[in-house]
Nanobody, 125 residues
Framework: VQLQASGGGLVQPGGSLRLSCAAH????????IGWFRQVPGKEREGVSC????????YYADSVKGRFTLSRDNAKNTVYLQMNNLNSEDTAVYYC???????????????????WGQGTLVTVSS
């Protein structure tokens, strides 16, 4: 069971990136998937979450209207489209399984997440 995050890079303010979270060894549509980010020296924060029951999505206030979650079941992959990026979005981004709809709505993982490796997003001119 493994998650693989990718798609990070260097982008100018106002630019866009699309992060991917590919699942290996399990069927992604049956799992809630969240994105989290961490800046060195700061706590990891929840960014967004896709609930598998009804495909409801949750976003941190700081990214609402700019970030969009989607899922491609055929590719067993969840995407995070990030638009209008700014310097405060600079962080290492991680995807992880989320235990429940409750945890998804709170942008928390719950007790036993599977984490992907991080992908670095740098927003700078």
């Amino acid at each position: 069971v493994q998650l693989q995050a990718s798609g990070g890079g260097l982008v100018q303010p106002g630019g866009s990136l699309r992060l991917s979270c590919a699942a290996h060894g399990f069927t992604l549509p049956y799992w809630n998937i969240g994105w989290f980010r961490q800046v060195p020296g700061k706590e990891r924060e929840g960014v967004s979450c896709l609930n598998t029951n009804n495909d409801s999505t949750y976003y941190a206030d700081s990214v609402k209207g700019r970030f969009t979650l989607s899922r491609d079941n055929a590719k067993n992959t969840v995407y995070l489209q990030m638009n209008n990026l700014n310097s405060e979005d600079t962080a290492v981004y991680y995807c992880a399984t989320v235990d429940s709809r409750f945890h998804c709505s709170r942008l928390e993982t719950g007790s036993s997440p599977v984490w992907g490796q991080g992908t670095l997003v740098t927003v700078s001119s």
